[in-house]
């Protein structure tokens, strides 16, 4: 078989374990329970956001392995760094089946799971992309669309398997299960050879999908076009998560949904999410990065605009409103894998992307506070979706920055190439 096309069997592997890792998708499920298991031995009355710290945590700390274990696969491949990155997330599950307090379940989920959460994501969606320079957006989307949709298929197993076993044997079992997934797929991770192309790419199509440029992290942050890159994402990912991570309160709140109506926006946010990664990964190999990406931000600040006006009397644009918000947070997520691919080159991508992928780190702490503080102070929803609109619109000037940055940096390539 060529590696044009086992490249599909490493694509199938990388998705496995994609899924596997986006198991912190289904904290939720977990938070109550328990809170509810320390209340009791512990003696101290918690409730599930008071282990928000410990989802906030996993989730933070994500860049700094994804930068760490990319060095190692650029240099050496991935296999090494999926295994490690297995090894601590089912160790992290598995040892949160015996923590007493809420401080070891920091150690254990936070940060063991954490670290080997950003060690898998960063290595296999980074080397699994230099297998299909034909194919970058697709296949950035496809393996994201994997990894989010951990979260519409894991929660309602998760569930049942707490309801009959206890949240302990839960975290037991399931440490156990995705570990051996993700252990079993490094045994299908190998290096993508350098320059590698597959057979039967067109001569222009690879002069396409080669970047002009190849730059390692120094290289790439010293560039105009890396701060816009990072200032679109960030701009785009704040209004996903300020809702993300308060959907199912939301609901109650603003519109006055029930519980089990609630817990459906949930899925729904979810579902649009996944679908958001997948179109538009597809997407952007044919109608180009940019174009989709502002794309994205229009339907984001129409959806906030719907956002606004529902109420309890006009709950359609709150369905609405949370569709699209879905659609553009995942659209971002799906997109950017490839297009710093695109942008930097593939050599130094593991570490590069990493870098990058902080601007989704910071998205994550800014779009949930400006909420928190806003209600805080007294303010309606309405504006804090007017604030979220803001940091959007301002993403549309990112994509104006991103482009002229791109094309200066084409015109500056094209130049050294004639005088060589």
């Known amino acids: 078989m060529s590696l044009t096309q086992k490249r ?8 496995f374990i994609c899924f596997a890792a986006g198991s912190i998708y289904a904290w939720s499920v977990f938070a109550g329970p328990m809170a509810e298991h320390l209340s009791a031995v512990s003696g101290t009355t918690l409730t599930g956001a008071d282990l928000a710290i410990v989802f906030a945590v996993a989730n933070g700390i994500g860049p700094i392995p994804m930068i760490l274990g990319g060095a190692v696969t650029d240099r050496f491949g991935p296999r090494m760094v999926i295994v490690t990155g297995g090894l601590l997330i089912g160790t992290g599950m598995f040892a949160s089946g015996f923590v007493q307090s809420l401080p070891m379940l920091v150690v254990s989920y936070g940060l063991v799971f954490g670290l080997g959460l950003g060690l898998t994501y960063g290595c296999v969606i980074n ?21 989010g949709g951990c979260s519409v298929v894991l929660p309602p197993i998760a569930e049942a398997v707490n309801s009959a ?20 797929g490094s045994f299908l991770s190998v290096k993508c050879p350098q320059g590698f192309v597959p057979e039967g790419m067109a001569e222009k199509s690879q002069a396409a999908s080669v970047a002009s440029v190849d730059m390692d992290w120094r290289q790439m942050v010293k560039t105009p076009l890396f701060w816009a890159m990072l200032a679109l994402l960030l701009s785009g990912a704040v209004s996903g998560m300020m809702i993300l ?5 939301i609901a109650r709140s603003q519109v006055g949904l029930s519980g089990a109506s609630a817990a459906a926006c949930v899925s729904l946010l979810a579902l649009a999410n996944v679908t958001g990664r997948l179109l538009a990964g597809t997407g ?13 931000l229009l339907i984001q600040i129409g959806s906030l605009c719907a956002l606004m006006v529902a109420s309890e009397i006009s709950v359609a644009p709150f369905y609405a409103g949370l569709v699209g918000i879905g659609l553009s947070f995942g659209a971002f997520m799906g997109v950017f894998p490839g297009f710093t691919a695109d942008s930097f080159g593939t050599s130094h991508n593991a570490v590069n992307y990493g870098i990058m992928f902080c601007g989704f780190s910071a998205a994550g702490l800014i779009g949930p506070q400006i909420m928190r503080l806003m209600r805080e102070a007294g303010q309606s929803y309405a504006a804090c979706y007017c604030a979220a609109l ?3 619109a301002a993403g549309l000037l990112c994509i104006l920055l991103c482009r002229s940055s791109a094309r200066k940096a084409t015109q500056k390539s094209r130049k050294t190439s004639n005088s060589c």
């Open 127 to 147: 080397n699994i992309l230099k297998f299909f320079p034909d194919h970058r957006g697709m296949v950035g989307g496809l393996t994201t669309a994997v990894y």
């Open 390 to 392: 803001m940091v959007a």
């Open 284 to 296: 952007s190999d044919r109608f180009g990065r940019l174009s989709v990406l502002a794309s994205a």
């Open 245 to 249: 991570s308060q959907a199912a309160g």
């Open 8 to 15: 599909w069997l490493l694509l199938a592997a990388a998705c």
């Open 165 to 184: 076993f206890g949240v302990t044997t839960s975290f037991k079992l399931f440490g156990i299960v995705f570990g051996a997934i993700i252990l079993a």
